[in-house]
C-alpha cells in the first residue's frame, strides 16, 4: 500500500483533480519518456551502439517517471497500470509489466488540506466531533482511497477509508489517456483491441468508487465468513459510511508476508485457507475479492486468523463464465486438449488453428499455469519454477503477434487473483494440496 518515499519527502502531495490538470499529467509524463529515449538513443550511438526503440524506452529513468507520475495520479490511471501489470502471461510486454508492475506499492496520501474538503463534503462542518482521536497521517495509502484510524462515536476502535478527490469523476478521462499513452509507447501492438477490456475496467473502477457498494460486499463477507474461525473481516459501520468515507471496525494484524519464519506446518494450512477461500468465492459465491495486493491480507499471532481487508475489486461473475471454467479446470487436470481448447474457446480465448505451433503454444501456458491444481498431492510453491517457465513461454507468444487478442475481461480478472495467491504461496514457501481443495468443487 502506501510505498517508499525519497529522502526527505514527507509523504503526501496535492492530487490533480481537474480533467485537465490529470491530462498534464499525463501530457508531462509522456514527453518526459520521448526525452528520455532521445537520451539514451544519443548515449547508445556514441558507444557504437544502434539503439532499438524498445531499449530506449525501457531505462530505468523513463521506468520512474511513469511510475511517479501514475503514483501521483492515484485514482483510475494508478489502477489501469495495477490491473495491466497483473497479466503479464496474456498479453503485455514484459518491458511494460514490469513499469506497471511499480504501481501496487506506491502511493503517496492527501495533504492536509484535502483531507479536510474530503471530510467535510462527506460529514459536514464540524465533522471532527463526530470521532475522537482522528489520525490525520494514513495507516495506509492505495490506488483510490487512504485509511484512517480514528474511534467511533460509541468508543471503538474504528478505521476511515477516505476517497481521494477527483477520482470518481476522472475514470473515464484517466483510462482514456493511459490507453493513448500505452499505444503512443508503441509497445502494445496497432492490432491488439484492448478497448474491451478498458470499458470492462471503467465500470469495474466506478463499482470501486462508490464506498456504499463496497461496504455491501464487506457486508457480505463477514456474514459468509461468521462461524469459519479462520478468517475475520471487519464490521462494516453503515451509519458513519458515505459514498466517499467508508466506516469499519479496526482489527489489528501483522502483514501477512510475516509468517514466512512461522513453521512450515502453519504457513501451509494459512495458504491452504486462502486457496479454498479463492475457490469458494469462484464455485459458490460467484463474488470474487479480485486484488491479490498482499496488503490485503493479515495475520493475528495470538489466533492465527487471516484477517481480509479491501473489497472494492470485488466482482461478480456470471453463472456461464464459472461453469466453463470448471469444465477447462476439469480438461486441463485430465489433459484432454481437445475440451481444453472448447472451453477456453468459449470462455472467450483465441486459440489458433488446429495443429498449429500457436494453439500447441497457448495450450502448454494453460496447462502450466493450472499446474498447482493438475498435480496431485501438495504442490510445494517454494521450490516451484512455475513463473519462470510462465515467463520463457509468453515470451514465445510475442513471435504470434497476429494472433494477439486481449483475452476475455471475466478471465484477467481471476487469473489476476489466481497468479495473485500462486505469487503469495511462493513468497511464503508453502506447500497446498490445491487438487485435493478443487475437487469439491468439480
Known amino acids: 500500500m502506501a510505498g517508499n518515499k525519497e529522502k526527505g519527502d514527507d509523504g503526501h502531495k496535492p492530487i490533480p483533480t481537474s480533467r485537465v490538470g490529470r491530462f498534464a499529467r499525463v501530457a508531462r509524463m509522456a514527453s518526459g ?13 556514441r558507444a557504437g551502439k544502434r539503439p532499438k526503440a524498445r531499449d530506449m524506452l525501457m531505462t530505468p529513468a523513463n521506468a520512474r517517471r511513469v511510475a511517479d507520475q501514475l503514483a501521483t495520479m492515484r485514482g483510475a490511471a494508478m489502477k489501469v497500470g495495477q490491473i495491466l501489470s497483473m497479466d503479464t502471461g496474456e498479453f503485455l510486454p514484459r518491458e511494460l509489466a514490469d513499469i506497471l508492475a511499480r504501481l501496487r506499492s506506491e502511493a503517496r496520501y492527501m495533504p492536509p488540506q484535502q483531507l479536510q474538503k474530503v471530510m467535510t463534503e462527506a460529514y459536514g462542518e464540524g465533522w471532527e466531533s463526530l470521532f475522537y482521536g482522528f489520525e490525520n497521517k494514513p495507516l495506509a495509502a492505495a490506488s483510490i482511497g487512504q485509511v484512517h484510524k480514528t474511534l467511533s462515536p460509541d468508543g471503538r476502535k474504528i478505521v476511515l477509508k477516505v476517497q481521494y478527490p477527483g477520482v470518481a469523476a476522472s475514470i473515464d478521462s484517466d483510462v482514456d489517456n493511459i490507453a493513448t499513452l500505452l499505444r503512443m509507447s508503441g509497445l502494445l501492438p496497432a492490432e491488439l483491441d484492448i478497448k474491451p477490456l478498458l470499458d470492462d475496467a471503467k465500470r469495474q473502477l466506478k463499482d470501486e468508487a462508490d464506498y456504499h457498494k463496497e461496504a455491501d460486499f464487506l457486508q457480505a463477507f463477514g456474514d459468509m465468513l461468521r462461524d469459519d474461525e479462520r478468517f475475520r473481516v471487519p464490521e462494516v459501520l453503515p451509519d458513519l459510511t458515505r459514498t466517499t468515507v467508508l466506516a469499519m471496525t479496526y482489527v489489528s494484524g501483522d502483514p501477512i508476508e510475516s509468517i514466512v519464519k512461522l513453521p512450515q506446518e502453519e504457513r501451509d494450512r494459512v495458504m491452504s485457507a486462502l486457496v479454498e477461500l479463492m475457490f469458494m468465492e469462484l464455485f459458490e459465491l460467484r463474488m470474487v475479492q479480485t486484488d491479490p495486493n498482499f496488503a490485503n491480507y493479515q495475520y493475528r499471532r495470538q489466533s492465527g486468523e487471516i484477517v481480509l481487508l479491501d473489497f472494492g475489486a470485488t466482482r461478480r461473475f456470471k453463472a456461464g463464465f464459472v461453469n ?13 486438449h481437445d475440451r481444453l481448447v472448447a472451453a477456453a474457446e468459449r470462455l472467450g480465448y483465441a486459440m489458433g488453428d488446429a495443429d498449429s505451433e500457436y494453439r500447441a503454444l497457448v495450450l502448454d501456458l494453460f496447462l502450466l499455469a493450472l499446474e498447482p491444481l493438475r498435480e496431485e498431492g501438495p504442490y510445494d510453491f517454494g521450490r516451484s519454477t512455475m513463473a519462470a517457465r510462465m515467463s520463457e513461454l509468453a515470451e514465445e507468444v510475442t513471435d504470434y503477434r497476429d494472433f494477439w487478442q486481449a ?20 513468497r511464503l514457501k508453502s506447500r497446498v494440496d490445491v487438487h485435493q481443495l478443487i475437487k469439491r468443487w468439480l
Open 324 to 336: 466453463n471454467y470448471r469444465k477447462l479446470v476439469k480438461a486441463a487436470m485430465k489433459e484432454d
Open 33 to 45: 519518456v520521448a526525452g528520455g529515449m532521445l537520451a539514451e538513443g544519443t548515449r547508445q550511438l
Open 407 to 426: 483475452p476475455p475481461t471475466d478471465a484477467v480478472y481471476f487469473h489476476r487473483k489466481l497468479g495473485g495467491m500462486f505469487m503469495l504461496a511462493s
